[in-house]
């Protein structure tokens, strides 16, 4: 089991198994998104939601009840309409992926995002390595984002976690939406970076003055 880097994955079957299982809600998903009022804050919606998926936690979640729970409790911290404005005239939008299994619901809100501003270039980051259920260019390709007409899969310049210097070159001239907890954390300081992602500890959400469980869009400014 290798992935792009030609590293040993232990987590690959669990990763597939979380990918197929999310893929076999697709239908029911893309359809929430394209009965809604706002297709792409549906989007946002359920790709924050996917973000349960966490080899520290049972991964093998209800999708349908999730999103149900996601769409009652809304976005804790909302900066949707700062990420709407700067997708819509946007060039370049560079994607770090998160887990595997939830990768199914970023490519929703991908597509809806490319709907939105069919000019835009979108850029998935990946790990250039296994780590964990971390996404790698083998997870994306099994999950079928190759497919995406518009997206590129990108690994990481360097093996292991993202390193905050390369995401604060990007964030000068490109739209950086980050997925996860842990990416959040480790890019916390940096301003232009748009944080999508579940509370999953009380440290953090002490830090954001939120609850566990929470749903984040947190958009970085200068201030």
């Not at 709407?84 to 929703?108: C, T």
Request: glycine share 8%.
């Amino acid at each position: 089991m290798k992935d792009h880097g030609g590293g040993y994955d232990p987590f690959l079957s669990l990763k597939k198994q979380t990918t197929d299982n999310a893929r076999a809600h697709v239908e029911e998903v893309c359809k929430r998104v394209r009965d809604a009022e706002d297709t792409l804050r549906e989007g946002v919606i359920a790709a924050i939601a996917g973000n349960v998926v966490d080899y520290g936690a049972k991964n093998l979640f209800d999708l349908g009840e999730t999103l149900d729970k996601a769409e009652e409790r809304g976005l804790r911290i909302d900066d949707y309409d700062k990420l709407r404005e700067d997708v819509s005239g946007g060039k370049i939008l560079y994607y770090l992926l998160d887990n595997s299994g939830e990768i199914i619901l970023d490519m929703i809100l991908m597509e809806e995002i490319l709907r939105t501003n069919p000019g835009i270039e979108i850029k998935a980051v990946v790990k250039k390595e296994p780590i964990l259920n971390d996404v790698t260019v083998e997870d994306a390709v099994y999950a079928g984002m190759e497919k995406l007409e518009g997206v590129e899969i990108i690994d990481l310049p360097n093996a292991g976690w993202v390193e905050r210097d390369y995401i604060k070159e990007l964030v000068e001239d490109n739209i950086v939406i980050s997925k996860g907890q842990g990416n959040s954390e480790a890019l916390s300081d940096l301003t232009g970076v748009y944080f999508l992602f579940v509370v999953k500890c009380d440290p953090v959400a002490e830090v954001l003055d939120v609850d566990v469980g929470d749903m984040i869009l947190k958009y970085n400014n200068d201030q």
